[in-house]
């Protein structure tokens, strides 16, 4: 009797499992409902459901305890530098690559404007961008070379018989991990080399030499990769010296012959979280390159792909947000403790409220950038993606690990078990701050966009403009930023050690007009009272607003 009773369970949150993850996400849904249509909406149906079912969870956990492995060499000692994963990493990708969140969206842009503008285009980015936040709540790390051939395309497109060559097979929604020259491809997925051992995020001190062929735009290149995500993928835009200078070239990872390029897999890195996804250091010895753009312009020629690979750490940072409000408002909803259901006290209920709040501000200014992508031939547009990425890619990024660590507290010790799926979200939560230049890399690159190009001061300015008058609390906010930023421009000296400081206020503030603007009463007020009226401090130390709504608008319903 005694073990009948011990195995008998009370009290236990079910799992969050079979439930639509789009429909769940009532921010997601206004947002893409803002800028696109129910049509774009509804072609995310699909996509929700599979992202919320039990399969689809626990593919994502296999994945992550089953790390992909490297086999340098077969049983003859031939060098073959393969990347085992296990099958549901496989799982993972077909279906991402299925639902168009590789490099569809710019087939499906082109297609559409072709036939008529941007109804006709379908809204491609945006559609992708919703999908990509849903799915990733699955499991991140797969999301890494999906982002990156995502982000490949426009790059690719400097060089035109380069991108007649990948751009479809980048585009296409057939998964085909198999190694294998171009032109027997049914897919193909896309990677970046850019740092080194010696130089980071300083790309211009890179020593990878490139030498000439005696074919025209084609190199061999030698030296070295410090670190290289996806190295199983076909293709690669990487960085090297050549004669005239720091210069992009396309790396692929099998010659048209059948025969492996020469470069090595030297080692597969112990990273603290992104566990499913390999990352790499690469030896090159003399491996075949075309050029991508003219020499001693690789930075120019590559950061569109930067930008694209920027835009995607927000969307998957907010995925990572949503999952974890998801789950920590699940489990309270379904949770009893000292008398009463822990979404009824008021001190959860506030802790619930505020990670919620940063749940939503995520979620609209990722989509509104988004969107961006998606009118990049309108100058205004393009302005505000370009001071909004760095500004975004700094904020919601560096914000992500302590929310997540809150979230999970809101588990108890439940949240500290592998099996809860918290702790994978935790040890990935720092990633995107880091990846595609850490949080003061893109801080600078606000300084350097607003020194610059003054259009994209001026289109900050008409963004966060548009809310004027809806609430004194965020007018007052934007004043005190170009005061703040007045300051600095007169004190050009100050301007770098301060470039957190605005980067954080002109973000807080882009966050702001949108939900002033655009979402439910209760979830402005609470944004411009605990991030604009005075410093945020830990979660779950609102003063005042109705919680209640904004825990219910919160929490998933299956």
Known sequence: MATSQNRTVLNQAPPLVDYDVVAADHALRDAV??????????????????AGSAEAREHGMLANENEPTLAGYDRYGDRIDQVRFHPSWHWLMSRAVAHGLAAAPWERAAQGAAQGGEQSAGHAHLRRAAGFVAWSQTEPGHGCPISMTYAAVPALRTDELLAKEWVPLLASTDYDPRTTPVQHKRGALAGMGMTEKQGGSDVRANITEARPTAVEGEYTLHGHKWFTSAPMNDVFLVLAQAPGGLTCFVLPRVLPDGTRNSYDVVRLKEKLGNRSNASAELE???????RLGDEGRGVRTIIEMVAATRLDCVLGSTSLIRRAVAEASWHVAHRSAFGGPLADKPLMRNVIADLAVESEAATAVAMRLAAAVDRADDAGEAALRRIGLPLAKFWVCKRTPAMVAEALECLGGNGYVEESGMPLLYREAPLNSVWEGSGNVNALDVLRA???EPAAL???????????GGDPRLDRAIEETLALLGELMAAPDAMEASARRLAGRMAACLQGSLLVRHAPAAVADVFCASRLAEPHGVYGMLTGGDLAAIVERATPVR
């Open 284 to 290: 090159f010895n003399g491996a075949l390159v075309r």
């Open 33 to 50: 409902l803002r800028h696109a249509d129910e049509q774009v909406l509804g072609s995310l149906a699909a996509l929700g459901t599979a």
């Open 450 to 452: 607003l020194g610059r």
């Open 458 to 468: 001026d289109a900050w300015i008409t963004e966060v403009g548009l809310a004027r």
